[in-house]
Structure formats: C-alpha cells, structure tokens
C-alpha cells in the first residue's frame, strides 16, 4: 500500500470515528462523503445518502435557514457557523451546531450534537420562570394576607357597631335601611378578605379524608344551575377514585369557582367538562413542574370550549384581584382562590389554553392513605348566647376589644380585659374568683396568645380558652392552633358569631 493510499485509509477511519459528524456536500448539493455520526445524526445510512441530494433525501431542506447558509457558503466561499433545529424523518426533533468550510469538492460540514444541552437550558429556563412565578405569587399573598389581617380588625368594629346601632333604632327608623347597607357592605368586605386568606393559604380548614367524586356529585345540581341552559355539563368521575385530604367546602368551592369562570368565557353557550382520575406523577413530571412532588394523586380536570387566553392573561390568571372582566363584573379573586386552596391542600393546578379553543385546568390532589369515616348525622339544638360566667378578653387592638368587651357585657356576662399578655396575667394573679373562658387573639406583643394560655391555665385549670384571629399566618402554625382541637374564631368578629362561639365553649367545658 502506498504512503498516499496508507494515508487516505487512516483519515477516513479517524473521519468515520469521530464522534462530530462530517458530511462533505457536492456543488449540485449531492452527500459525497458521510461519516457514521452523519448517519446517526440524520436517522439516514450511508447508502441512503451518499450519491443523492440533500432535497430527496430530507424533503423541504431547501426551505431551512440550514439550506440557506450552506448556498452562501457555496457562493461566497466563506466558513460560516449556526445552530440548527433539525427535524428528523420521524417527526422528532434535535439542536446541532454546524461549521460551514469550502473544500475544492463543495462544502464539508462538521455538526455536533447539542439536543441534550438545549433541552436542559429549556428546561432550567422553564423551572426558573416557574420558582420567578411561584416567588411572585407567594410575596402577593404574604402583603394579601397581612392586608385582610389588618382589615378584619377593622370590619370586626364596622360590623359590630352596625349591630350595635341597629338594634338601638326604633321600628321604622329611616335610618334602619342605611345602617343595613353598611351591615351589608361590611359582610360583602369580610367575604373579600376571606378570599384572600384562601389566596395567602391563611385560611383555617376542617381537613377529612374524603372522595372528589363524591363532592362533586353533591354539587352538580348547583352547577348546572350556574352554568344555565345555553351550557351543557359532562361529569366524567374516575372508576374507584382515590381518597383525599381535604377541606369539603373548600373542594367545592374550587369547583364552583372554576365552573363560574368557565361560564364567563362562553357568552354564546359551549360544554364543560370535568372529569377526575387516578394518576401518577413520576420523577419526569416534578422535574418539569417546580414544587411538584413525585407520587400519587387525583386529577380533578375542568374543560371548556370557551375564548380561551393568550400567554400574558395565562400569567397573571391567579393573582388577586386581575380580571379580563368589565368594571363592576367581578372582583378578580375567583381563580386566586382556586390557587390558594389548591396549594394550600398540598397539591399542584396546571392551566392549558388557546385562543378561540378553550380552557383546561387540571389539580392534582395528593393521594391520602386513610380510610373515609363516615360519620352519623347529628341534628343540632339551637345555642343560646347570653350568659353570666366571667370571660378575660385580650386583645391589642383597642377598638377590636372595645367592640368584643362590649358585644359580651350586653349579653350578660361579667368581662375582664387586657391589651396584652402582661397585663391579663396580673389580672389572673390579682383576681380571685373564677374566669371561666379566656377569649384572646393569637399573636400578642411579645408573649403570644397561646403561651398566655398555657399560664393562666396552669393556675386555672378549669378556665376554658377560645383563640380568636384576622390570619392564620406561620405563627399562628407554629403555636399549634390549627393543629389542633382548641376552640378558634376567625375574625372578623361578629355579634352572632362571637357569643354563639363562647357559649359552645363554655357548655362544652360542662359536658
């Protein structure tokens, strides 16, 4: 064997082993040489390629900017370098970086490879906007929840001494009227701040193992009559449906919720669709959807074949208070309601849509290991709300505690009060006779309501307490209210709620 025949056989063996392809491309666009990783990279053998165009062997090619670039290269005799999206003859796809060089013959191309680094940037791109995303919506419901906090207060003395004065006015008062619509727009505010405690995930639950398919068919009666006529309800519920862990009432109020929004977008009439289903979610999925833990859980889909939204309206979907809706047509809480429950629940929403076809939300409910207990029935006696026990009320706010002090003296009972810790534990100290309930909020300058409690009852073991909040925020969990059975009263306070309340408690001290 010649130096020369010796020579051309060694480049053509390290050409054919190299793991960048390289591909040599005639003046007519015909495969004059192809090494292995060519064939590999192109789903094409050798024989297939060489000999023929590039236009019978990738039909349209000459249509791709890949195309293009390889025509100047031929024109101008210049090396040039791309990216390229190629699309395989069985419809996938791959990312190649491709080096254009003059050869005497046309055109080598040398490309490597780059499918897997572009999709681990789409995906770290991806997992980025979603924790941006996440972050974004987690500081709205912080400022949302310590908002509806501080509003409760408020509402708690609007409300309160609405009740206050109507019961003062005479039958027929002109004022009657008045003060009921500022009673009336007091309870529409409380409702708002309810919603957004949802939001904030600061909304205390009453958590049973129970069957999504079981709930929605207790709403389905409701939803039609929402939807109305002009919309037709398919209920699709998974054979054997799994259990959850979950508030009822707020499960149905993610229904309701959605199915209301769903109405919305088909002002012409269209179908909703909402169907559940066991499923896993495997290692895959939770790489691509940020806070998703593998494992097992209920799909809850809702479908319609509404106007569908574009991707800025889709990223901004669950924040409080955004709506694509006309002034005065709703409050833009619906979905962020939706959103805060869902999480709140330990599980994960997924929105799908496009202009002109539709919306599709999927939740994703974690699977829950108990057994529902299905409880008997138990027809309740009506609960009186005077009483003459003595009752400590501490509170920091002091219009929050006026307006309790005064609610509890005008149904008889003797109150103490105290704008904070210190304060009610010298009163404990100083006062001899029994307190039978303390009524505190939870968070307290310095020593919280909790560790007050734990005090006082050490000394007073047969003085019942009812913890009393605006929010349900970390340090509400931290001292362990909601983890338990204690008694609790959501603000805002008001005159029904707060002396039905303290009478349950303390007739359930006696039984």
Same mark, same amino acid.
């Given at each position: 064997?010649?130096?020369?025949?010796l020579?051309?056989s060694?480049?053509?063996?390290?050409?054919?082993?190299?793991?960048?392809?390289c591909?040599?491309?005639?003046r007519?666009?015909?495969?004059l040489y192809v090494?292995?990783?060519?064939a590999?990279?192109g789903?094409?053998?050798r024989e297939?390629l060489?000999g023929r165009?590039m236009?019978?062997c990738?039909?349209?090619?000459?249509?791709?900017?890949m195309?293009?670039?390889?025509?100047?290269?031929m024109?101008?005799?210049?090396?040039?370098r791309m990216?390229?999206?190629?699309t395989f003859?069985?419809?996938?796809?791959?990312?190649?970086e491709?080096?254009?060089?003059?050869?005497?013959?046309?055109?080598?191309?040398?490309s490597?490879?780059?499918?897997?680094q572009?999709?681990?940037?789409?995906d *770290?791109?991806?997992?980025?906007e !979603?924790l /941006?995303?996440?972050?974004k =919506?987690e500081?709205?419901g912080r +400022?949302a $929840?310590?908002i509806?906090h501080d509003?409760?207060?408020?509402l708690?003395?609007?409300l309160?001494?609405?009740?206050?004065?109507?019961e003062?006015?005479k039958?027929?008062?002109?004022?009657?009227d008045?003060?009921?619509?500022i009673?009336?727009?007091g309870?529409r505010a409380?409702?708002?701040?309810r919603?957004? *405690?949802v939001?904030?995930?600061? !909304?205390? /639950?009453q958590?049973?193992? =129970?069957?999504?398919?079981?709930? +929605?068919a $207790?709403?389905?009666k409701?939803?039609?009559?929402?939807?109305?006529a002009?919309?037709?309800?398919?209920m699709?519920?998974?054979?054997?449906?799994?259990?959850?862990?979950?508030?009822a009432?707020?499960?149905?109020q993610?229904?309701?919720n959605?199915?209301?929004n769903?109405?919305?977008?088909?002002?012409?009439?269209?179908k909703?669709?909402?169907?559940?289903?066991n499923?896993?979610l495997d290692?895959?999925?939770?790489?691509l959807?940020h806070e998703?833990?593998?494992?097992q859980y209920?799909?809850m889909g809702v479908?319609?074949?509404?106007?569908?939204?574009?991707?800025e309206?889709?990223?901004?979907v669950?924040?409080?208070?955004f709506?694509?809706k006309?002034?005065?047509?709703g409050?833009?809480?619906?979905?962020?309601?939706?959103?805060?429950?869902?999480?709140?629940s330990?599980?994960?929403?997924?929105?799908?849509?496009e202009?002109?076809?539709?919306?599709?939300f999927?939740?994703?409910?974690?699977r829950?290991?108990?057994?529902?207990i299905?409880?008997?029935?138990?027809?309740?006696?009506?609960?009186?709300?005077?009483?003459?026990?003595?009752?400590?009320?501490v509170?920091?706010?002091?219009?929050v505690?006026?307006v309790a002090?005064?609610?509890?003296?005008?149904?008889?009972?003797?109150?103490l009060?105290?704008?904070?810790?210190?304060e009610a534990?010298m009163?404990?100290e100083?006062?001899?006779?029994?307190?039978?309930?303390?009524l505190?909020d939870v968070?307290?300058?310095?020593v919280?309501?909790?560790?007050?409690?734990e005090?006082?009852?050490?000394t007073r073991?047969e003085?019942?307490?009812?913890y009393?909040?605006?929010?349900?925020?970390?340090?509400?969990?931290?001292?362990?209210i909601?983890?338990?059975?204690v008694a609790?009263l959501?603000?805002?306070?008001t005159?029904?709620?707060?002396?039905r309340?303290?009478?349950?408690?303390?007739d359930?001290?006696?039984?």
């Amino acid at each position: 064997m010649s130096r020369e025949s010796l020579g051309d056989s060694v480049a053509r063996d390290v050409l054919d082993n190299l793991l960048e392809g390289c591909q040599v491309v005639g003046r007519d666009y015909r495969y004059l040489y192809v090494n292995d990783s060519i064939a590999k990279q192109g789903q094409r053998s050798r024989e297939e390629l060489l000999g023929r165009t590039m236009m019978a062997c990738y039909p349209g090619i000459e249509a791709t900017e890949m195309f293009g670039v390889l025509q100047r290269c031929m024109a101008d005799r210049t090396h040039h370098r791309m990216e390229n999206e190629f699309t395989f003859p069985d419809g996938s796809k791959g990312w190649f970086e491709l080096r254009f060089m003059p050869v005497p013959q046309g055109v080598c191309i040398l490309s490597l490879d780059i499918s897997e680094q572009k999709r681990a940037a789409a995906d *770290l791109a991806r997992t980025e906007e !979603q924790l /941006r995303q996440a972050q974004k =919506l987690e500081a709205i419901g912080r +400022l949302a $929840g310590g908002i509806a906090h501080d509003f409760n207060n408020v509402l708690s003395v609007i409300l309160s001494y609405s009740d206050f004065i109507r019961e003062a006015l005479k039958l027929g008062d002109p004022l009657k009227d008045d003060i009921d619509q500022i009673h009336a727009a007091g309870l529409r505010a409380a409702d708002m701040t309810r919603q957004l *405690l949802v939001f904030s995930r600061q !909304q205390a /639950r009453q958590l049973k193992v =129970l069957n999504v398919n079981e709930v +929605l068919a $207790g709403t389905e009666k409701i939803l039609r009559r929402l939807l109305g006529a002009d919309v037709s309800l398919t209920m699709l519920p998974a054979n054997h449906g799994w259990s959850v862990k979950a508030d009822a009432s707020q499960i149905e109020q993610v229904v309701l919720n959605l199915a209301a929004n769903a109405r919305d977008a088909m002002p012409r009439g269209g179908k909703l669709t909402i169907e559940t289903k066991n499923v896993e979610l495997d290692r895959e999925y939770a790489r691509l959807h940020h806070e998703v833990v593998p494992g097992q859980y209920v799909m809850m889909g809702v479908t319609d074949t509404g106007i569908g939204m574009d991707k800025e309206t889709q990223a901004r979907v669950f924040e409080p208070f955004f709506t694509t809706k006309e002034t005065g047509k709703g409050t833009g809480l619906g979905l962020a309601t939706v959103f805060g429950i869902v999480k709140q629940s330990g599980g994960h929403i997924w929105l799908y849509s496009e202009l002109g076809k539709g919306t599709t939300f999927k939740i994703y409910l974690p699977r829950a290991t108990e057994v529902p207990i299905v409880r008997p029935s138990v027809t309740l006696s009506p609960i009186a709300t005077h009483g003459n026990e003595t009752l400590l009320v501490v509170e920091d706010d002091e219009h929050v505690r006026a307006v309790a002090v005064g609610i509890l003296r005008r149904h008889g009972y003797r109150v103490l009060e105290a704008p904070n810790a210190g304060e009610a534990l010298m009163i404990g100290e100083e006062h001899s006779a029994t307190i039978h309930l303390l009524l505190t909020d939870v968070v307290l300058p310095r020593v919280s309501g909790r560790q007050l409690a734990e005090r006082l009852v050490s000394t007073r073991p047969e003085m019942k307490v009812l913890y009393m909040s605006g929010y349900t925020d970390d340090a509400v969990l931290q001292h362990g209210i909601l983890e338990s059975n204690v008694a609790y009263l959501q603000k805002p306070i008001t005159r029904d709620a707060l002396t039905r309340k303290v009478r349950e408690v303390l007739d359930s001290a006696r039984g």
